[in-house]
C-alpha cells in the first residue's frame, strides 16, 4: 500500500486531491456522513432521470403503471448501492480494489472492463442528452455544448472528491427550491397538459422495461458509491451510511422520474429537458429555463462523477497487470484520456435520446449485476467485511492473481442471463433470447443473473479457507475492527 501525504481534517480542502487507489487512512478520513445523502440526491436530481420516466409511456404505459415501476425498480436498485456505499467507511479503498477478494488481483480486469464500459456509456449517453436538450430548449450549438460539458466535467473530475462533494453541494441547494416550485405548479395543473387515457395501459413488457431500468440506473452507481464513502471514519455505522445513500439517491430518482413519466403522457414530450422548460415556463415565465439550466449542469457535474471513477477504475486495471505507484499526475492524465474517448464516440452516435438512454441502461445492468451479487455475497455473507487490506495490493498475496469462485460466479451469471436476455436496437442489431421470446418479450435477464451468480459464489465459497485469512486480517494493520452488519 502507499499513502501520499494530504491536509489534515481541518486544514482546507487541496485544489486537486492527492490520492489515487491507493488505501486511506484513519488519519486522512476527513468525510462526514451528512454529505452522502445530498452528493446522491444531486447524482439522480439531473436531466438523465426524466427521460426514464419515457420509457414505459413509450411503450404504451400508463402514468399510473410506470410511477408503480419506477418506483419498485428504484427501490431494488437503490437496495444494492446503498449496500456497497457502507464498505467504504471500513474498507477505505475504492470500490473495485475490494473486488480483488473475489476475483484475485488480477482475476478483477474482468468486472474492471464491465465497470469501464459503464462509465464511458453513461457519459456518451449523458454528452449526447446534452447536446440533444439544450439545442432543443435554447436553440445553442449541440456540438459546442458536448465540448463544454467534457471540459466541465474532466476539469471537475481531476479536482476530485472533495470538490466533486462541494459542486453537488451546491448545485442541490439553488436547483431545490425551483424544481420545488415547478412540482407543486405540475401538481396544481399549472403546466396544463391532457392526454386520451385510451391510449395507454398496461402490458408486462412495457412494465418491465421500465422496472428494469429504474432498477439499473441506480445500480449502475455500485462500483464506485464507495469511492466517495472511502473517507468516512472507520467508525461510521454502517447502517447510516446505507440509510443516506438510499434516502438521497432514491427520492430524486423517483421524484424526476415519474415527472418525466408526465411530461412524456400530458405534454407529449420526446426530450426530456425542453419538456421540463415549457412545463416551468408555463408555470411562471422563465421558471422552465432555470430549470432546464441546472438540470444539465447536475448531469455535467455527474458526468465528473463518472470520470472519476473511470479514471480509479483505469488505473487499478494497469495496477493489476503491472503494479503502479498511484500518482496524482497519472489519475489526471487517465481523465483526459477518458474524456478525449467519450467525446469521440458520442459524437459518431446517432439516435434519439430515450433509445440512447433505455439501450446503455439495458446492457449496464447486463453486465453489472454478476459483479454485484459476487461482491455483495462475499462481503455481507461470505467474509462479513473482515479482509487483510494489504494483500489486496499484491498478486502474491492471500486473494492470490486469479480469484476462481469469484470469476466462475461471473462468468456462470452473465451465461444464465442471455437466453433471457431482450437488447434493444443498437444500430441495426438487437436480440431477444428464446427464453425472452417463451415469456412474450419480458426482460428477466438481470434477476436471473443475480439468482444464478448468488449462489453459483455461495457454493463455491464453501471450501474456502477463511481460518488463513483470519490470521492475515488479523495482523494486517488496516483491518477493519466491525462486523458490516
Known sequence: ????????????????????????????????????????????????????????????????????????????????????????????????????????????????????????????????????????????????????????????????????????????????????????????????????????????????????????????????????????????????????????ASSSAIWLIVLGAWLAIALGATDGLAGLQQAGNTIIPHLGDAAALLSALALAATMGMNAYGGALTVLTTVDSVRPIKPKTTARVITILVLAVVWYAVAATVSTDAVATVFSALTLMLYVLVPWTATNLVDYFIVRRGHYAIADLFTPTGIYGAWGWRGLTAFGVGLLAEIPFMVLPTIGDWSYTGPMAELLGGVDIAWLVGLVVTSVVYLLASRSLDRGDEAAHAAADPAAPVTDPA
Open 1 to 248: 500500500m502507499t499513502a501520499h501525504s494530504t491536509p489534515a481534517t481541518g486544514a482546507g480542502v487541496p485544489l486537486i486531491e492527492a490520492k489515487s487507489i491507493d488505501w486511506v487512512p484513519e488519519n486522512e478520513r476527513h468525510g462526514k456522513l451528512w454529505h452522502q445523502a445530498p452528493l446522491w440526491f444531486l447524482g439522480n436530481f439531473q436531466y438523465f432521470s426524466i427521460p426514464i420516466g419515457f420509457i414505459g409511456p413509450s411503450l404504451g404505459l400508463s402514468l399510473g403503471w410506470t410511477v408503480l415501476a419506477s418506483i419498485l425498480g428504484i427501490g431494488v436498485g437503490t437496495i444494492f448501492m446503498a449496500f456497497h456505499a457502507s464498505q467504504g467507511p471500513t474498507m477505505g479503498l475504492p470500490q473495485l480494489i475490494q473486488s480483488r477478494a473475489q476475483f484475485g488481483y488480477r482475476g478483477v480486469i474482468v468486472p474492471l472492463l464491465a465497470t469501464l464500459f459503464t462509465y464511458l456509456a453513461f457519459n456518451v449517453a449523458d454528452t449526447i442528452l446534452l447536446g440533444e436538450g439544450l439545442s432543443s430548449s435554447f436553440g445553442w450549438n449541440a456540438t459546442l455544448i458536448a465540448v463544454v460539458a467534457t471540459v466541465g466535467a474532466a476539469a471537475l473530475a481531476i479536482f476530485g472528491h472533495d470538490w466533486l462533494h462541494k459542486a453537488f453541494r451546491i448545485l442541490l441547494y439553488v436547483s431545490l427550491p425551483i424544481m420545488i416550485v415547478l412540482t407543486i405548479g405540475v401538481i396544481a395543473g399549472g403546466a396544463h397538459g391532457s392526454w386520451d387515457p385510451a391510449q395507454y395501459g398496461f402490458t408486462w413488457v412495457a412494465f418491465m422495461a421500465q422496472f428494469a431500468a429504474c432498477a439499473a440506473y441506480n445500480i449502475t452507481y455500485a462500483p464506485y458509491v464507495s469511492d466517495y464513502s472511502r473517507y468516512l471514519p472507520t467508525t461510521t455505522p454502517a447502517r447510516k451510511v446505507i440509510a443516506a445513500v438510499f434516502f438521497g
